[in-house]
């Protein structure tokens, strides 16, 4: 079974810190995604990557970073955490190429921002 | 904006089957359909997706209309543990990496 695994369940951070969120595959799959979703607003893309180094921004990008170091591994940052970053965060992984390969999601980050 | 539209909520009995329905009248030729539920607190879990023919596979099932404007994810024999919001989703596949946008989905209930 594919396996994204999200580091934390629940993190509570203050304004102005700079927060790591991390995102594990075990599938070998070359894109990446990160979302994040909110009550009302469904689901919302913030990065995604397709290849190690290779970072495209999504809808939402503003107050985020990311890395891509390894393949297995895609790593929002934010750099300066602000309450309207409270949310969802939900990382998701497939394979790249042809159409129609699904995205598999991990449990989610819910993260709170006092 | 999603593409699709979706019942907010149904019922269903244990052990009966659940039709889950969704219109995506402005599908378009290359555009996938894909399910998927999230259960309270957790992340989206794949179900099924399809282009035009009929798909099956150990979850569900998904039936598309001839004319792909609309189609049902059937769950054979719901369990209490099926309860969970679905996703009906038309994907682009060449957008953003073929980004998800789930819109508001349907909420399924299964009752003993």
């Known amino acids: 079974d594919v396996k994204v695994t999200q580091s934390s369940r629940y993190l509570v951070k203050r304004t102005g810190e700079k927060v790591f969120l991390e995102c594990v595959q075990d599938m070998d799959h070359e894109n990446m995604f990160w979302y994040r979703q909110d009550p009302g607003l469904g689901l919302r893309l913030i990065y995604f990557?397709?290849?190690?180094?290779?970072?495209e921004k999504g809808d939402i990008p503003e107050g985020y970073s990311v890395s891509r170091e390894k393949k297995e591994r895609f790593s929002p940052i934010l750099e300066s955490a602000s309450t309207n970053q409270t949310s969802m965060y939900l990382c998701a992984s497939s394979f790249v190429g042809s159409p129609n390969q699904p995205q598999h999601f991990g449990d989610g980050t819910r993260l709170s921002i006092l | 904006d999603a593409k699709t539209t979706q019942p907010p909520s149904m019922d269903c009995a244990e052990g009966r089957a659940a039709n889950l329905p969704c219109n995506h009248s402005t599908i378009s030729g290359n555009e996938y359909v894909y399910w998927y539920r999230q259960i309270h607190s957790q992340g989206p879990q794949y179900i099924i997706h399809?282009?035009?023919n009929n798909e099956t596979n150990e979850m569900a099932s998904l039936i598309i209309t001839e004319d792909r404007k609309s189609s049902t994810l059937i769950l054979p024999h719901a369990t209490l543990r099926d309860t969970a919001v679905y996703y009906c989703?038309?994907?682009?596949?060449?957008?953003?990496?073929?980004?998800?946008?789930f819109g508001q989905g349907t909420e399924l209930s299964v009752k003993p």
């Open positions: 989703i038309v994907r682009d596949e060449y957008n953003q990496g073929g980004k998800l946008i």
């Open positions: 990557s397709y290849d190690v180094k290779m970072k």
């Open positions: 399809g282009l035009k």
